[in-house]
Every structure is written in C-alpha cells, then in structure tokens.
C-alpha cells in the first residue's frame, strides 16, 4: 500500500503508524481485515495527514442527509395542506376532461356547414365571415372554461 501511495510516508521516510492504520482502514481489503493487526487506540494520531472524512461517510453526514430529507417532506407536506401542490392523479383527470370538451368543441364546426352555406348565399363573404368571427368566439369561450381551475361542481 506504501508503493500505490495509499499509505502516507514522512519527509523522513519513514510511516507514521497512526496514520498507516488509519490509511489502511480506509484502503484495505475488507475480507482481509483480520490478518490485518490494529494499531492500539490509545496512540495520538496526527489527523493533518488524514484522508479527507467525505470519502467515507459517516454517522454525522447520514443523520444530516436523513435531516434534510426530513425537511423536505416537511416542506412538500407543508406545500400541500396550503393547497399549492395538486395530486398528480387529479391534474391528469382534469387535462382528460379538458381535452375532450375541446374536442367536442372543435367536432362542432362541422355543423357549421348550413349556416355558413346560408350566410354565403344572402350576405356573401362578409355574412361567412361574421358567422366565423361568432364561431371562433364561442370556441375560445369553450376552451377557455375547459382549461379553467374552477371544477364543474364549485361553478353550480
């Protein structure tokens, strides 16, 4: 482990024993680790030397993570008792109702062949285009209210 610099070695040399116990509890083969002697605990180390703590995590970095993701919930639960956040299922239903009146909507123009058939006979284009002026009215009126928040059953 010395060769692949995964133990540190002093200017001297020589390997501070603190830090290559340490270096090998970080690098080493976990289903070698009985042949492995530990150092006595009771030694100083000399934690300048120390490989950086994020590489391996520890008991204070999960309990952050988990308090993180505590509050977040806690936001998102938050969120939603205000009314600021929909269930999914909900807006999904809502975009299928809405498309169908559209659609309803649009399949209607086709009933509109008599009348402008009428208007072009009596007023010429200008009778057509009223007609298609009122026509386009009354579908962005539909589509409008389709797309509307407000539920069928809060508007009666």
Do not use: C
């Not at 993180?68 to 936001?75: D, F, G, N, S, T």
């Amino acid at each position: 482990m010395v060769k692949t610099g995964k133990i540190p070695v002093r200017d001297d040399g020589k390997i501070d024993f603190a830090n290559a116990d340490h270096a090998r509890k970080q690098n080493g083969d976990p289903s070698r680790s009985d042949d492995m002697p530990l150092l006595d605990q009771s030694e100083e180390r000399d934690t300048s030397k120390q490989p950086d703590a994020r590489s391996n995590p520890t008991y204070t970095d999960a309990r952050t993570e988990r308090e993180q993701y505590a509050a977040k919930l806690a936001r998102l639960d938050y969120e939603q008792k205000m009314g600021n956040l929909l269930p999914k299922q909900e807006i999904l239903d809502a975009m299928v109702a809405s498309g169908r009146r559209i659609r309803q909507g649009i399949d209607g123009m086709i009933g509109w062949a008599e009348e402008l058939d009428a208007a072009a006979r009596n007023s010429g284009v200008d009778g057509v285009r009223t007609i298609l002026k009122q026509k386009s009215r009354d579908l962005q009126t539909t589509i409008a209210e389709s797309l509307s928040i407000i539920d069928d059953d809060e508007q009666g």
